[in-house]
């Protein structure tokens, strides 16, 4: 079964400044990856995803990832942060069954704090 | 731009009572699921649902749940009988084809009491 590793289930930065969210996958095949953010009492928001096309991932809001294969990294990036960034992220790699359907197995999450 | 719908956004029962969530998908999505996030917790698969049956359960998805398609719109989640350690905000989905991205509902906070 694959999983996903989130390092730091709270990482804190100053407004301004990078914003690296660290994430590991480990799968047999190649993985369908997503990043998800999600504000308090909402739910989850795309962030952006990576099939298997350009391994830079550029998404919504700033974020962009890179997809390393040889690392079975999938990193979160914003060159630099900003409050309304707040949130908790989750990455997640897409699982398929023998259905056919695929499945979300997602990290822990990481809670970015934005220090003003 | 079309998105999941999810209702009520909080709901409170005993334990013992049976509880029914409810989902929107997006109207041309073929694919749904729900997925629970204890407080605290990772979000968790629960079930995926296709062509009118369930694709894939995990193994929180005992026989205290079910879900149905009752109609061309909603997806519904039913738990049986509740216990404490149901309470948790559940998260519907939908996607459009199986690889593709999952769009996720605003959430159910289910608390049992």
């Known amino acids: 079964a694959q999983s996903v590793t989130q390092l730091g289930s709270h990482v804190s930065v100053s407004e301004g400044a990078l914003v690296l969210l660290r994430c590991n996958y480990s799968s047999s095949v190649p993985p369908y990856l997503f990043w998800y953010v999600q504000y308090p009492n909402q739910g989850l928001q795309l962030l952006l995803k990576?099939?298997?096309?350009?391994?830079l991932v550029k998404g919504i809001n700033g974020f962009e990832a890179e997809f390393k294969k040889s690392e079975t990294s999938f990193h979160l990036t914003k060159p630099s942060a900003h409050m309304s960034d707040a949130a908790e992220y989750f990455c997640?790699?897409?699982?398929?069954?023998?259905?056919?359907?695929?499945?979300?197995?997602f990290g822990t999450g990481t809670r970015l704090k934005v220090l003003a | 731009e079309p998105e999941v719908t999810q209702t009520p956004s909080h709901q409170v029962t005993q334990m013992g009572q049976e509880v029914i969530l409810r989902c929107v998908p997006i109207s041309n999505h073929l694919y749904f699921y729900w997925y629970r996030q204890i407080l605290g917790q990772k979000v968790e698969f629960l079930v995926s649902?296709?062509?009118?049956?369930?694709?894939?359960k995990s193994e929180i998805f005992d026989d205290q749940f079910s879900v149905e398609r009752p109609d061309g719109s909603n997806f519904t989640l039913k738990i049986r009988s509740t216990k404490l350690e149901d309470s948790a905000m559940y998260f519907c989905a939908s996607s459009g084809s199986p690889g593709a991205e999952q769009y996720f509902g605003p959430g159910t906070r289910l608390t049992v009491t």
């Open positions: 997640a790699v897409s699982e398929g069954g023998t259905s056919g359907t695929y499945k979300y197995i």
């Open positions: 649902f296709y062509n009118n049956e369930i694709s894939e």
């Open positions: 990576y099939t298997s096309a350009a391994t």
